[in-house]
């Protein structure tokens, strides 16, 4: 493989590509990708010849540095800030790819009545507060434009150079090196932090009959605003915070039914720091047990706020069970009722974005990854590989204090720290 040294700008020459055993992408056949990581040895450093690349066909040179860092979202920033207080050199040491044109992760796209008063708090990133860059008490910002702005400033505070948009197609073994290859650049790196959160892997459960249905089928990341429903009847599905946020303002301009697999956990209480302490307890164990990570809803219930108890003094929070079958017009349940719809909106989650790790073969045979290190980040199997924001991390404040936890790991793994 011909390697090239990171400087300051990746984007100076071209780039690119190898293979060895465990090398192939998510989209290839199996057989296909064992051929090239297999018959493709590793070529010296020095020499002039480069391997073709499986997943692109062509001859590339790769770019030789100690860690990628893959996404630029709260978890992905927090890594690297934490990185360059160890002494690393961005551009040199490590190097940034995320897959956005700008600079906000997936907060960039969230549908715009998500504002700072209805959001989740956003927790502040290591060095800078958010209140720094967006007026305390601008409760009506869209979240949209709020969060992507501290982002930005936080990269320019920090040297933080984020290479965008890049999109990480495939990671391969290569021994005492990972092959990172994007549709840009290709990397050599010793070690990876993955930061690539969740947003661009959304899930829709397969029920019979969903190909035969003549409406529109939507997901929550589809969601723009509730006008695009007006007049219209509408199927929302999921008991999570975003579903119940939808179905709110979606009632106010539509006929709805509401449904959910299971009965939605409402509570009245304070959630507490101690209720925010077991509840990623219980999902850090599943992970380091390898067990695919649980929902964060389903271990702390959703409180009752304002809005919701308005919805329910409306009569929109008539919840009704999961149907089993999808018709042309409408859904089915098992005792033969149907409800006919023009739109079912999936509000069913997102699974972790990490398809382009395929090739390492770091799940069990469950689906999980087994997870250790001190706050659960380090791939079991291959201690190079941090995953930012998977299981108890996946959320604002988890991805700070886990990005913190892998920067310090993985240097010391690596010994650059």
Known sequence: MVVASVGHSPYAGSVA?????????????????????????????????SEPSPARGDLRAAYKT??????????GLSTAYNLRKLGLQPGRDFVILDKSPEAGG???????????STVNRIHDLPGMQFADVVEEGATQVRASVAVPKYFAAYEREFDLPVYRPVTVKVVCDRGDRLRVETDRETFSARGIVNATGTWETPVIPAYPGSERFKGRQLHTRDYRSA???????????????????LLDE?????????????????????????????????????????????????????????????????????????????TEDGVR???????????????????????????????????????????????????????????PS????????????????????????
């Not at 997936?106 to 700072?116: D, G, I, V």
């Not at 809005?307 to 003094?313: H, N, P, Q, V």
């Not at 469950?366 to 291959?382: C, E, H, N, P, Y």
């Not at 996946?394 to 720290?417: F, K």
Request: proline content about 6%; charged content about 20%.
């Open 17 to 49: 590509l190898s293979s060895r055993r465990r090398c192939l992408t998510p989209v290839a056949p199996l057989a296909v990708a064992a051929y090239f990581c297999q018959a493709m040895p590793d070529q010296d450093a020095d020499s002039p010849k």
């Open 66 to 75: 100690n860690i990628v860092v893959i996404g630029a979202g709260q978890a």
């Open 106 to 116: 997936a907060w960039q796209y969230r549908w715009p009545s998500l504002t700072l």
């Open 227 to 245: 006008e695009a429903f007006a007049g219209q009847r509408v199927v929302i599905v999921g008991g999570g915070i975003s579903a119940l946020q």
């Open 250 to 326: 979606i009632s106010r301009v539509a006929a709805t039914i509401w449904v959910t697999r299971r009965e939605p956990q409402f509570h009245d209480r304070a959630f507490t720091p101690d209720d925010g302490r077991a509840a990623v307890a219980i999902v850090e164990d599943r992970v380091r047990r390898g067990l695919v990570p649980g929902s964060v809803v389903s271990v702390t219930g959703i409180p009752w706020t304002p809005a919701l108890k308005a919805a329910r003094d409306r009569g929109v929070l008539d919840r009704l069970p999961m149907f089993n079958e999808i």
């Open 333 to 391: 349940w098992p005792d033969g009722s149907e409800q006919r719809a023009d739109v079912i909106l999936w509000n069913t989650g997102f699974r972790s974005s990490l398809d382009h790790l395929a090739p390492l073969q770091i799940r069990e045979e469950g689906g999980g990854i087994v997870m250790a290190g001190k706050l659960a980040t380090q791939v079991s199997r291959d201690p190079r590989i941090h995953l930012v924001g998977y299981g």
């Open 394 to 417: 996946a959320s604002t404040i988890g991805a700070n204090r886990a990005g913190g936890a892998a920067a310090r790991e993985l240097a010391a793994y690596l010994g650059l720290a």
